[in-house]
């Protein structure tokens, strides 16, 4: 092994410079000085004596520092050294308790003589003792009780029982009787509804063709001068101002008629004015499906109804009268009514229109719409006639 120790002692090699700093200088004391002549420093000599310096400046601060020893530490590493050796001593004596308790047996339980004494009453205390129940109320309460419902079962049965047995006798009797059943309607009154369904429906389907006709018209911007139904054909004549509208609208009634064919069977030429063109259609016999919902009684009725139709679309009654009365099918009589009136264009097609949907017990054989100036077909005068067979 080594005297020194290179890694703790720092100041190994500047404790042999002082050694032999200090063997040096004897030498040199011993020699006589000689006179020399002085000399120019060299520049060498310079940086000598300055190094020089400065190692005996730093010599000078290495004593007066305090010697640091690399082996000593600071006291907080120190502090923090003790608490871990305290905590892991703490550490290893709970791992000993706990290994200590897993390998010792369980103690056994405290001795009953361990537990601590009961209270001991005195001699003189003395336990009062509680009254005992009396239950013999109770029991008489109950037999009372059962001897007075037996009492008035009896009683009930001997003055109430007759009735009761009679109320249910009377129970059985009208849940025997066989429960009222509507009566069957009378076949003749079937037949008679059916009957004035199927009129309604065939005078709905006959009016609502003036009013297809119409609107194809219109659509075209002419007019019709006059219209006419008879029991089962139409007749209407068109004024337009050309053939080529003329040629327009039998196209188009072709489409809204459907079924029924409108046929064109003459023209008329009116220079200055426009054309007429007069069509008929031979009627099928078509019908709707229709309930008769309210049902004119008599003839007064019918008249009041009418003047109410009149009245809301400006028609002005000009006549109302009997034609004829005559028995009908089904115990029915028929009562033929002729109507007059006038008003507009629109007005006389409109009232047409609420006839044919009021859906009551009549039927139109007639009607006549036409303008009363053949010349100038001015739509604000307008009559209409109508004759009605009312079923009552």
Request: net charge negative.
């Given at each position: 092994m080594a005297e020194h120790d290179l890694l703790n002692e720092d100041d190994f090699f500047e404790k042999?410079?002082?050694?032999?700093?200090?063997?040096?200088?004897?030498?040199?004391?011993?020699?006589?000085?000689?006179?020399?002549?002085?000399?120019?420093?060299?520049?060498?000599?310079l940086f000598e004596k300055q190094e020089f310096q400065l190692e005996e400046e730093k010599e000078e601060q290495i004593?007066?520092?305090p010697e640091f020893d690399l082996d000593s530490k600071p006291e907080e590493e120190e502090k923090v050294e003790k608490e871990e050796e305290v905590e892991s001593f703490h550490e290893e004596q709970r791992e000993q308790d706990f290994f200590k308790t897993l390998g010792e047996p369980e103690s056994e339980p405290e001795s009953f003589d361990d537990k601590p004494e009961k209270y001991v009453f005195p001699e003189e205390f003395e336990d009062e003792k509680l009254p005992g129940i009396n239950f013999k109320p109770i029991i008489i309460g109950v037999v009372v009780f059962i001897v007075l419902a037996a009492l008035l079962y009896v009683l009930r049965g001997v003055f109430f029982g007759g009735k009761?047995?009679?109320?249910?006798?009377?129970?059985?009797?009208?849940?025997?009787?066989?429960?009222?059943?509507?009566?069957?309607?009378?076949?003749?009154?079937?037949?008679?509804?059916e009957y004035l369904?199927?009129?309604?429906?065939?005078?709905?389907?006959?009016?609502?063709?003036?009013?297809?006709?119409?609107?194809?018209?219109?659509a075209n911007n002419a007019q019709i001068s006059s219209v006419l139904f008879y029991v089962d054909e139409?007749?209407?004549?068109?004024?337009?101002k050309n053939r080529a509208q003329l040629a327009a609208i039998t196209m188009q009634l072709r489409d809204v008629l459907g079924s029924e064919k409108a046929t064109l069977v003459a023209t008329d030429e009116r220079p200055g004015d426009g054309i007429t063109g007069i069509f008929t259609v031979k009627l099928k016999g078509g019908a709707e499906k229709v309930t008769v919902t309210q049902k004119l009684s008599d003839l007064s009725s019918f008249q009041q109804w009418l003047e109410a139709l009149g009245t809301q679309f400006n028609i002005k009654m000009i006549s109302f009268k009997e034609f004829s009365n005559s028995p009908d099918q089904f115990g029915l009589?028929?009562?033929r009514v002729q109507f007059k009136g006038k008003g507009s264009y629109d007005d006389c097609l409109k009232f047409l229109s609420a006839i044919a949907a009021s859906n009551r017990n009549l039927n139109v054989h007639k009607m006549i719409i036409s303008a009363t100036d053949q010349k100038t077909f001015n739509k604000a005068k307008y009559q209409i006639e109508l004759v009605v067979d009312l079923f009552i």
């Open positions: 042999l410079k002082k050694e032999k700093r200090a063997t040096e200088q004897p030498e040199k004391e011993e020699k006589p000085a000689e006179p020399q002549q002085e000399q120019e420093p060299l520049e060498t000599d004593e007066q520092e009761e047995e009679e109320s249910v006798s009377a129970k059985e009797k009208v849940s025997e009787q066989p429960v009222s059943q509507p009566a069957p309607p009378n076949p003749l009154e079937v037949k008679k509804t369904n199927t009129l309604a429906g065939k005078n709905f389907y006959n009016l609502n063709l003036v009013k297809k006709i119409e609107g194809a018209v219109r139409l007749s209407f004549e068109i004024f337009s009589q028929k009562r």
